[in-house]
């Protein structure tokens, strides 16, 4: 059951370059999509969501894109630095005020100086 | 910035031994999560907990778990009789109201021998 798929493990990014980071969906009652990223020994930390009813939210350097046609989100980082190097998990809800997260297998993301 | 801390950062124990794994979320935060990651595989959701009540769970979440918020502050998950297939990172989060982004502990590592 793979509601939410990163399709591509590793992505390696030149720094200052964009990053592109893709996750498909299956479920088209999902409502409300959440960006994370990991560092190796720490707990997930939130970067950017979206809402559903929005195809575009910008933070900084960090950009996420919906398309529900396609059931299609990605997140755009530019321009790409060291530090963004990370494991970037995609996550979706079905809404409500508990919404268990859905979780992608994640992306590693590594940015090359 | 206040954090979700866990302890411990790594537990190990064998097979058919208790567990409890603790977790201190964020002080002003209302709504708690259990979420575990097996070694290469997804996030996956474990149980939400709001109003001092377990509001949803997974079909991971069966007898030999429960969570238990005993004194306001702490959130722990015990695991009642262990399994080998337990092991995994185990992530603790919170959050303040029911569509904020959750806020992640750095995780426990529960290895069962």
């Known amino acids: 059951d793979q509601q939410v798929k990163q399709n591509s493990p590793s992505l390696s990014v030149q720094e200052g370059r964009i990053s592109i980071l893709n996750c498909d969906y299956t479920n088209s009652m999902f409502d409300y999509f959440l960006w994370y990223k990991k560092y190796p020994a720490e707990g997930p930390t939130f970067l950017i969501s979206?809402?559903?009813i929005k195809d575009k939210n910008e933070d900084g350097r960090f950009t996420v894109f919906l398309n529900k046609s396609a059931k299609h989100l990605s997140l755009h980082i530019v321009p790409s630095q060291p530090g963004d190097s990370a494991v970037y998990f995609c996550a979706a809800s079905l809404g409500g005020s508990n919404y268990q997260l859905i979780w992608g297998a994640g992306t590693k993301l590594i940015i090359k100086p | 910035e206040p954090e979700v801390t866990q302890t411990p950062s790594h537990q190990v124990t064998q097979m058919g031994q208790e567990v409890i794994l603790r977790c201190v979320p964020i002080s002003n935060h209302l709504y708690f999560y259990w979420y575990r990651q097996i070694l290469g595989q997804k996030v996956e959701f474990l149980v939400s907990?709001?109003?001092?009540?377990?509001?949803?769970k997974s079909e991971i979440f069966d007898d030999q778990f429960s969570v238990e918020r005993p004194d306001g502050s702490n959130f722990t998950l015990k695991i009642r009789s262990t399994k080998l297939e337990d092991s995994a990172m185990y992530f603790c989060?919170?959050?303040?109201?029911?569509?904020?982004?959750?806020?992640f502990g750095n995780g426990t590592r529960l290895t069962v021998t």
């Open positions: 989060a919170s959050r303040v109201r029911g569509n904020s982004p959750l806020h």
């Open positions: 907990f709001y109003n001092n009540e377990i509001s949803e």
């Open positions: 979206i809402s559903s």
